[in-house]
């Protein structure tokens, strides 16, 4: 029985995504009068990401980036784990390229058109 349902596994994906890319929008865009400053954007990213994998890892493992799924599933499957790597168990190989994609274009387009102005 699985812990986690494929649903949930997609919302939390997409929702550690989304944050992320809030984030990495708001400290970098030169238009923010509320940024910090340059120098400091790589500190607020990565202790953002720190946080975010404390909260989310325990559900999925935190993924956040179909490329760090994809090339490890693709290396193991050419070494012979076949379907343990592709698609996965329970089949949720998917969960980890559409999530991301989901959340990074919800939040990337939230804050250019909500967020930005």
Partial sequence: MALVSPGLALGVEALGTGLLVLVIFA?????NRAAPSRGSAPLII???VAALISVFAPVTQ???NPARDLGPR???WLA???SIAIPGPQQGFWIYQVGP???GTIAGGL???VIRR
Avoid: F, K, M, S
């Avoid at 400290?27 to 238009?31: L, S």
């Fill in 27 to 31: 400290v970098t865009d030169p238009r």
């Fill in 46 to 48: 990565g202790l953002t």
């Fill in 62 to 64: 935190a993924g956040w």
């Fill in 74 to 76: 693709l290396v193991a």
């Fill in 80 to 82: 012979g784990y076949g």
């Fill in 101 to 103: 994609l989901i959340g």
């Fill in 111 to 113: 804050y250019e058109r």
